[in-house]
DNA sequence: CTGAAAGCGCTTACAG
DNA sequence: CTGAAAGCGCTTACAG
């Protein structure tokens, strides 16, 4: 049963022509070479027979290309990413793409070293969503030519393709929301690290919101929630808060985990929702939709990302393999929708 | 800035030494070959100058290992396998292998298209929780000499190594648990399609319980719900229940997406939960813990079924490599936790 | 219409 | 201690 791998040349010999013909009748190129009808024929018929399978190493070391794509998001079991990762592994493999779907873990240490073995695998182009503060990631794929896209996460300073959500707009609305429903004093919870795009935009929404309002904009309420212990500092947050009796009315909440905490330290100290502290939550997961009081956030077009970032980056490849000018960059910005739950009670 | 990749060749030639050599040197195999320590430093520091990435295609193409293996799910933004693929990629990094993730979709024919892409790609091997009902494409697998690792999912008259849970525990636990708080009519969810084994084990373990107890078993109380329509077919099923009086007093639910649609069902019908219905649940997602009330469950020890597949996938593929005779089947099995919460009521 | 040949970049007997 | 050579399986100019 040890049967050895057919290769082209096993076809070839065995239909007394060449494995030029028959790499090209295999490859569709039959026709544009002028094989004749008949031995195209002959060689699909074996090559079925055989249950030819195209060595992809040998392919791919000849031509340069892998047909593979990495992907690089903090965590893949965040339901946010967990989403992303399955939309953008539908589109990869709609256009022959594989994917390779990597964990950073906010570490950047760890994220170099999957750079750099995306960069070894020889992988046709990067999704990226980085943890990384500087560029010099990015530099370094660059240098490798090979073409990626970011994605929910940018750089402002490094100019990039990318697709993103409108997070300021989406943090906006959010707020202004809580600000018409007579809310006054809002406080504003992002997660470490702060220099993530998606926080920095999200609290510079909140604080649109507050500076276009007749309230003003008080720092005291952003704190910043470090992802190793978010239970306990959130807990000492609302602790002193209570004691101090400033408790805000509402809490607008950039990250999806921190609510999760935010959530249960409500239940912990018998905080009632939205009675005594109104919350709404950037991103949208199942949790929110059960939880009770159902929780109102801002719900990110998830699909349209992946879509847009497989497309972005196939787009991205072609040029560079065709070697054009890539003067042009892709930016995508989509919009976020506002979710309205029961979380939100109106203040006066 | 359009510099080509650097190849063996370029360090030797820089160096004055032939490619072999430093091929050597590079996978540390310059001591066992008597390469001088000086030799050595000179290739080291050359490669580490360049930025010297060997090319992994010409390496699998020459050695026939791809150091990438398969994992195939039925969706990978169920939380479920968001968080086993996670583990599954956090231990094949840990040993230099890469993992190539892929969606069936219960959807058979999809699960041989991909299939039939892995092995194109020629991985070392693949760890697939089928959805197919036959052992064909497990039997197309073997074919290609590649090893795989059932996970989750078993095929009874198939000898396979596989790394699974004990769902008839599990199953009968949960079942038995709520016997003790003195259930009588007591349903059972499954969900479609039928045949996969962690359906039938725990359908198995519920109706094990009952068998065991004074209670005696009736199949009117389980319904396999469709997948496409779980809510539609779970609203159907309570309404004729209340309708015709025959309302269980609790429902043992064998996978967690038909819980979720049975959560909903109950607050759309105002079914209180637990003092009308209880309810256990199969898997432990986010959901439950934050659920009013918390719903009981049945925990499975995800981040050991993805070590154990792992481990257990890389040991076969060893074993293969080494044309060892593999008369020894690795079949584990491991327990599931019952974590008690508040969706389950006394009955009396 | 079809084929011989080169070459992608590596590893590994084999030879000295 | 070190190197020349073969070969993994493919694709693609080039030649006729």
Request: glycine share 4%; proline share 8%; charged share 30%.
């Given at each position: 049963m040890k049967h050895k791998k057919v290769s082209l040349s096993d076809i070839a010999e065995k239909l007394g022509v060449s494995k030029t013909l028959v790499s090209m009748v295999l490859n569709g190129k039959g026709d544009e070479n002028g094989i004749s009808k008949a031995t195209q024929e002959r060689v699909f018929k074996l090559a079925q027979e055989l249950n030819y399978k195209p060595n992809q190493f040998a392919r791919s070391l000849r031509i340069?290309?892998?047909?593979t794509i990495g992907l690089i998001v903090?965590?893949?079991?965040n339901p946010f990413y967990a989403k992303m990762a399955r939309y953008v592994e539908d589109y990869c493999s709609q256009n022959q793409y594989n994917l390779i779907i990597c964990n950073s873990d906010e570490n950047s240490t760890k994220e170099h070293k999957i750079i750099d073995t995306l960069l070894e695998k020889q992988v046709d182009g990067i999704i990226i969503s980085s943890t990384?503060?500087?560029t010099e990631h990015l530099q370094k794929i660059q240098n490798e030519q090979v073409s990626y896209v970011l994605v929910d996460r940018i750089y402002s300073s490094y100019p990039s393709h990318y697709v993103v959500v409108d997070n300021v707009f989406g943090a906006r609305e959010a707020t202004q929301y809580l600000l018409e429903q007579g809310h006054k004093r809002i406080a504003c919870f992002t997660i470490s690290p702060a220099h993530i795009s998606t926080q920095v935009e999200r609290f510079l929404g909140y604080k649109q919101a507050i500076d276009l309002s007749t309230e003003s904009f008080d720092d005291f309420y952003h704190k910043v929630i470090p992802r190793e212990n978010m239970y306990k500092s959130i807990y000492n947050i609302l602790r002193d808060w209570s004691n101090n009796k400033?408790?805000?009315?509402a809490i607008f909440s950039a990250n999806n985990q921190i609510t999760l905490a935010l959530l249960e330290v409500c239940k912990e100290m018998k905080?009632?929702?939205?009675?005594?502290l109104s919350i709404i939550s950037f991103d949208d997961i199942d949790v929110f939709r059960f939880y009770n009081p159902p929780i109102t956030s801002v719900l990110q077009p998830i699909e349209s990302i992946a879509q847009k970032a497989v497309e972005t980056l196939l787009k991205v490849i072609s040029k560079t393999k065709a070697n054009e000018?890539?003067?042009?960059l892709y930016q995508v910005k989509l919009q976020t929708n506002l979710i309205l739950r029961e979380s939100v009670a109106k203040y006066n």
């Open positions: 340069g290309k892998s047909n903090s965590d893949i079991s990384i503060e500087d400033v408790m805000p009315t905080i009632l929702i939205p009675s005594k000018e890539l003067n042009e």
